[in-house]
């Protein structure tokens, strides 16, 4: 069974962000960059479909900068067998350009089933699977909390409002991961070591059959960004008189915080 798993490289969730000096983008200067959590499930799953069935490749999929290739690494590091990195900036691109950059070199890639995060941290758009999906005219499973695979089928689980939806489709599919699907394992020594001897297959947008105009004509374009406002501190009420202090609560919840 091989499987691809799309990955995006982004900041740290616990990283300070600071806003570069366009007022558009994120100030990289510093910024520890993961994989993305999602993506951590789905790739997690695409390793334990290969291992109960016995065989085939788990191939990790970027679009990004020269330091996307460090998330190659991790990936595996984990367990992945072979890593595909298609350079540019990511960062450019909306949603659809990189959905388009992802299919195209998924096409490149013997697979029966392909994997990404149910959306990436950071823009949070949860499009790119589907996109991908669309453009590669598979069927699509998305936010799968549970997922079998025999037969030439799949049986996935999501979960929705209230209760649970058991969906089944052939493969090839598109699958995208919530969290709960899998505990994502971490790297062992041994497997640092053998990623490695692993050399990453390197592709332009070019050598994929899309130009710029493909890419990066965006349809979504970043107006602006800004950080939360800070939070004012909090107001303590003494509470040495419950019934006085519970008056006090209600009284700030009303006129200050205008909650009621």
């Known amino acids: 069974m091989n499987s691809v798993v799309c990955i995006s490289h982004v900041p740290d969730t616990e990283s300070r962000i600071k806003i570069a000096a366009d007022g558009r983008k994120v100030d990289e200067a ?18 334990r479909v290969k291992e109960k069935s016995g065989g085939g490749d788990v191939t990790v999929v970027t679009f990004g900068p020269d330091r996307a290739q460090q998330a190659l690494r991790e990936a595996l590091a984990r367990g992945a067998t072979k890593a595909l990195h ?13 959905a388009k950059v992802l299919a195209a070199a998924i096409k490149t890639v013997p697979h029966d089933l392909v994997f990404l995060g149910k959306q990436g941290v950071g823009t949070d758009n949860a499009l790119v699977g589907p996109m991908v999906a669309e ?25 929705i409002e209230g209760a649970e939806e058991i969906l089944e489709t052939p493969t090839p599919a598109v699958v995208t991961a919530q969290k ?24 332009s947008v070019a050598d994929l ?36 202090a519970a008056r006090a609560i209600l009284q700030y919840i009303k006129d200050e915080a205008k909650a009621l």
């Open 209 to 244: 059959g899309l130009n710029d105009s493909d890419i990066f004509n965006q349809r979504v374009a970043t107006v602006a960004l800004e950080l939360p406002a800070e939070k004012s501190g909090g107001k303590k009420i003494d509470g040495a008189d419950a019934a006085a």
């Open 135 to 159: 453009l590669l005219g598979y069927p699509q499973v998305n936010v799968v909390t549970k997922l079998e695979v025999a037969d030439g089928k799949l049986t996935a689980h999501r979960e």
């Open 180 to 203: 709960g699907l899998n505990e994502p394992r971490y790297a062992s020594l041994k497997g640092i070591m053998a990623a490695k001897k692993i050399a990453i297959d390197t592709k």
């Open 30 to 47: 510093g910024l520890k960059f993961i994989v993305s959590p999602y993506d951590e499930f789905a790739l997690e799953e695409a390793i």
């Open 86 to 98: 298609v350079k540019g900036e990511a960062s450019d691109a909306d949603s659809l350009g990189i």
